[in-house]
């Protein structure tokens, strides 16, 4: 009986704590098709070298080797009066464009 209290109490800890978290998380962010970096319009699709050149260099990059290839995520912070961007690049592909929070 004890192990059952147990896993129903961890099971009510994580509805409780977790899922408010996810569905903040997924209302503070939106996934886009392109971006307009000043004259240059950033779309999924392009390479790394195409996105380097309308964005300019990240504020954060990170690199991350999986199942044969690489997955490389630039962050941009284009300020208060704008947002965060995550860019995601899989082989050096731009896969997605992820605006998060408020930039600073």
């Not at 390479?47 to 990059?61: F, I, K």
């Not at 080797?65 to 961007?85: A, E, S």
Request: proline share 3%; aromatic share 14%; net charge neutral.
């Amino acid at each position: 009986m004890n192990k059952v209290r147990k896993s129903l109490l961890s099971f009510f800890v994580v509805v409780i704590f977790f899922f408010p978290v996810c569905s903040v998380a997924s209302i503070m962010s939106e996934t886009l098709d392109s971006l307009r970096c000043g004259d240059h319009l950033a779309q999924r699709g392009e390479t790394e070298l195409q996105v380097l050149h309308q964005c300019g260099l990240p504020d954060l990059s990170n690199s991350y080797y999986v199942g044969g290839g690489t997955l490389d995520k630039w962050t941009y912070n284009m300020g208060p009066k704008d947002f965060i961007y995550v860019f995601t690049f899989l082989n050096g592909e731009l896969r997605n464009i992820l605006q998060t929070e408020r930039g600073y």
